[in-house]
């Protein structure tokens, strides 16, 4: 099956030539790519837990801004 190649692209200097030149380095051994993968899964599982507390911040902000307005809450 022959593979054809597009010249069209969004990017008026970017063509096949161009991107047939372009080199793409891998991590050289499997482990070294495992640990890559490990590491960017932990930074993931990092930045879910920090987005929730941000998120519970903010309700807890919301909700503090809202007694203070109703006037249940006073700042003396």
């Keep these: 099956m022959?593979?054809?190649k597009s010249e069209l692209s969004g990017v008026p200097s970017l063509n096949a030539k161009t991107i047939e030149r372009i080199e793409i380095l891998l991590p050289p051994t499997s482990q070294e790519q495992t640990a890559i993968a490990t590491i960017l899964s932990d930074i993931d599982a990092e930045i879910a837990v920090l987005e929730t507390k941000l998120k519970k911040s903010?309700?807890?902000?919301?909700?503090?801004?809202?007694?203070l307005l109703t006037g249940?809450?006073?700042l003396v």
């Design 2 to 4: 022959a593979v054809k």
């Design 72 to 74: 249940r809450i006073r």
């Design 58 to 67: 903010r309700h807890i902000k919301q909700g503090m801004v809202q007694e």
